[in-house]
């Protein structure tokens, strides 16, 4: 069983930044694909990034180009830097963690989830 806390979410101005963490526990984070997700009110889980366990990336189309996924397996850590924020990112985002080897976009493909952060961007 793998447990997941997201950290690092906040209320930032359109334009800036945030760093959000994930740290995993109770299982090899190594062997596991990460990815983030994220939900707004009333709108379905948005496929936002994933990285493999050998490093590989890939991001969801409304992101690409100013967020970037890591992870540090030597802290069972995996981040996501966010740049150029803008109103329409306001959401609660989720990491999940994903057993399988191919870099995964739908919800129902990820094993384990995180509680969420919320992170706020005002116009």
């Known amino acids: 069983q793998v447990q997941l806390v997201e950290s690092g979410g906040g209320l930032v101005q359109a334009g800036g930044s945030l760093r959000l963490s994930c740290a995993a526990s109770g299982g090899t984070f190594s062997r596991y694909a990460m990815g983030w997700f994220r939900q707004a009110p009333g709108k379905e889980r948005e496929f936002v990034a994933v990285i493999s366990s050998s490093g590989n990336t890939y991001y969801g189309d409304s992101v690409r180009g100013r967020f970037t996924i890591s992870r540090d397996n030597a802290k069972n850590t995996v981040y996501l830097q966010m740049n150029s924020l803008k109103p329409e990112d306001t959401a609660v985002y989720y990491c999940?963690?994903?057993?399988?080897?191919?870099?995964?976009?739908?919800?129902?493909?990820?094993?384990?989830w995180g509680q969420g952060t919320q992170v706020t961007v005002s116009s």
């Open positions: 999940a963690a994903d057993a399988g080897t191919y870099l995964r976009s739908r919800p129902s493909e990820y094993d384990y």
